[in-house]
Structure formats: structure tokens, C-alpha cells
């Protein structure tokens, strides 16, 4: 098991003073009384150890210790803000843009949500970021992960956070109790351990067996610009890096036209919609496949059966680590390309048919 090599956030550290504009005199009493103050709410309370139960909250547990033991394996604290900033440190973590779920917007929706969940328009499936929403975290900085994200299903992530509200309420049924007097007061802190108790190792495979730099589900942000757009153009949009890979998930392109049974004409473009290479393809057997060259790992096209007017027959494999891998007709979660979710548009006659596909490949 090896952490990944960024830089996490320190969730608990020093507080910054603000610089203050003062006219006339200072009275240095005054001001070494106010820092007096602000040494005692910055140091707040230890209310000891938050367990949350990884059989009802499987996947919040699995990308929690996937922070814990991956991003930031010496230990940190988790400080409560009382100043509710829920909506702030989503949009700071990535997991949401402009208010959507990361989840549900492509390129990243294919990776990340469709293998668990290729239902069109679904929202089931929801981002959870570790550290939680509620507490103390810095705004995001280029070159750190502040979050670990994981497209997780919704009752899972809305037991994790009703746990922990609970908890803060001194009402948690399983595990340690809270230790400070309730209510929490801003600047109170706690640390995390997962209850393992009936838990899936399957499910919470990062609390059990952790599979840091090798688990393809587990995301996090490393641009922020506060939107996405489709097509998706990374010199504008949010940028995200897959767990194992070297470079940020883009969004390419394949263009396929197909005349009768045999003749294909295809086109691959690469994340900034550059056209990359061109390859013609004139007496193509009934079933086959064809690697096509220039992306940053080559693309497979596979012929799979006759001219279908619905455009099936066909399936794509971009050859990246990990692989991705569609059918002409398959359906995905999001909306934002074909309001059937589809991957590809058709525009099929009787003998011909033309296929625009977008996928996601890393830069």
C-alpha cells in the first residue's frame, strides 16, 4: 500500500490574523487581550471519536478510509464549523459544479457513476467528499487533495452524514460517545474510525484492504474553475485526476461512418477536439476489430455483427489504464449529451449511418 504523493489539506492548524487598519494609538492591553481570546476558541474542545457503522454507510466508510489511509495516512482531526458552509466546501471539494453533482455530468459520470448505475437522468448515485461538508476546511489550492470523491449510492451517503449529525448531537448509537458536553461549539474536533463490525469487505474494501493508487472509483479535484461545460473543455472546467493515473480525465471523441455492411470511415479526436487520425476501412469482415492510433492509448473499434438500423453492432475500447469500454447503443446516466442518455448520437437512413461518440480519456 502506497499514499498517493500530494498534498493534503491540515484541517486542524494555525490560525491566521487578520490585518487590521488602525487609526491613532494602538492600546497594546487591549489587543493582547482579544489574542488571549482567539487562543482559547482556536483551541476548541476534543470530542474524542466519531465511528460511522460501514454497513448502512458502505461506500461514505470506503471513501473516508480511502482518505485516511491513502491521502493523509498520519492522522488529522476534523473541525466543526459552526458557520455552515455545507454548500461553499461542496463546490470547493469538486463534488459539485454550479450546484450538479460531479456525478452526473460527463465525461466523469461515465467512469464514476455508470458502472454502478446506468439508469438516464439518475440521481440515486451521489458524490461524497471525505473530509464532510460540515466542517472546517480551507478554500481549494492547485496541487493538494483537500477531498477524496466517490460516486456512492444516495441512502449510503445520507447515512453517513446522519450519523455523524447524531453524533454532534451526542446521540450516536453505536460506537464511542461524543466526549465534550453538547451543544458543539465552533472550532470543536474529533477524529474518524470506521465501525467494521458485519461490514462488507467488498463494499468498504479501503477500510479493510486499501487500494490506494489502484482503485478506479475514487476521484478527486485538481483545477477549479466553477463550471463544465459540453463538450467538456478542461482549459474551462473543473479538472479531475482518477486514482492510479498519471493525468487528468478529458473527454475525447469518435466519429464513425458507416456505408452498407463493410465500409467505415473513422475519425478520432483528442481532449481539446483536435483531430488526431483518420482510418478508412473498405472490406471489413462480418465480425472483427480494428486499433485505431494518435489518442494517447489506441482506440478499438470492434464490428460486432450486420448493418443495424438502430446502430448496435458495434463497441469501442480506448486502451487507457484502466480500459473503457462501450457499445454503439449504450445508454448512460447523464442527460447532458442525448436526452436518452445514449453515448453516441445515429443518424441512420437505410444503408448508411453516421456515430459522434464521446468517452473519457485521460490527458
Known amino acids: 500500500m502506497k499514499p498517493i504523493g500530494l498534498t493534503p489539506f491540515i484541517l486542524l492548524g494555525s490560525w491566521t490574523t487578520n490585518a487590521l ?31 460511522m457503522d460501514c454497513v448502512a454507510a458502505a461506500g461514505a466508510c470506503n471513501n473516508a478510509c480511502y482518505y485516511k489511509n491513502c491521502i493523509n495516512p498520519n492522522g488529522y482531526k476534523m473541525v466543526y464549523d459552526a458557520t455552515n458552509t455545507d454548500v461553499r466546501n461542496r463546490a470547493e471539494s469538486g463534488c459539485t459544479v454550479g450546484g450538479v453533482s460531479i456525478c452526473n455530468q460527463l465525461p466523469f459520470s461515465q467512469v464514476f457513476h455508470d458502472p454502478q448505475n446506468k439508469i438516464p437522468g439518475d440521481t440515486s448515485v ?60 465552533d ?10 463490525t458485519n461490514a462488507s469487505p467488498v463494499k468498504a474494501k479501503n477500510c479493510f484492504n486499501p487500494s490506494c493508487g489502484a482503485d478506479p472509483l475514487q476521484f478527486f479535484m485538481t483545477a477549479k474553475v466553477g463550471s463544465i461545460g459540453f463538450p467538456y473543455v478542461p ?38 477536439g483536435t483531430q488526431k487520425n483518420k482510418a478508412d476501412i473498405s472490406a471489413f469482415a462480418n465480425t472483427g476489430s480494428f486499433p485505431i492510433t494518435g489518442l494517447p492509448s489506441t482506440l478499438t473499434f470492434q464490428k460486432l455483427g450486420p448493418f443495424a438500423a438502430s446502430g448496435a453492432g458495434m463497441a469501442f475500447t480506448y486502451n487507457s489504464s484502466p480500459p473503457f469500454s462501450w457499445f454503439s447503443d449504450q445508454t448512460g446516466s447523464s442527460l447532458k449529451y442525448q436526452p436518452d442518455g445514449k453515448y453516441c448520437s445515429i443518424v441512420s437512413s437505410a444503408t448508411a449511418q453516421d456515430l459522434k461518440c464521446y468517452f473519457p480519456c485521460p490527458a
Open 126 to 185: 451521489n458524490c461524497d467528499e471525505w473530509p464532510m461538508a460540515t466542517t472546517k476546511q480551507t478554500d481549494f489550492q492547485p496541487g493538494t487533495v483537500r477531498n477524496s470523491l466517490r460516486c456512492i449510492p444516495g441512502s449510503e451517503n445520507s447515512s453517513g452524514g446522519g450519523q455523524l449529525s447524531n453524533w454532534l448531537l451526542g446521540d450516536n448509537r453505536t460506537g464511542p460517545k461524543k466526549t465534550c458536553p453538547s451543544p458543539m461549539q
Open 21 to 51: 487598519s488602525l487609526g491613532g494609538p494602538v492600546d497594546v492591553a487591549v489587543l493582547e487581550r482579544a489574542h488571549s481570546r482567539a487562543i482559547v476558541k482556536r483551541a476548541g474542545r476534543d470530542c474524542g471519536i466519531f465511528q
Open 235 to 272: 482549459s474551462t472546467s473543473n479538472r479531475y485526476k482518477q486514482d492510479g493515473t498519471a493525468t487528468d480525465l478529458l473527454q475525447c471523441r469518435v466519429d464513425v461512418k458507416r456505408t452498407g455492411d463493410k465500409i467505415f470511415n473513422i475519425v478520432v479526436y483528442d481532449g481539446t
Open 187 to 196: 472550532g470543536d474536533y474529533w477524529t474518524f474510525q470506521p465501525g467494521l
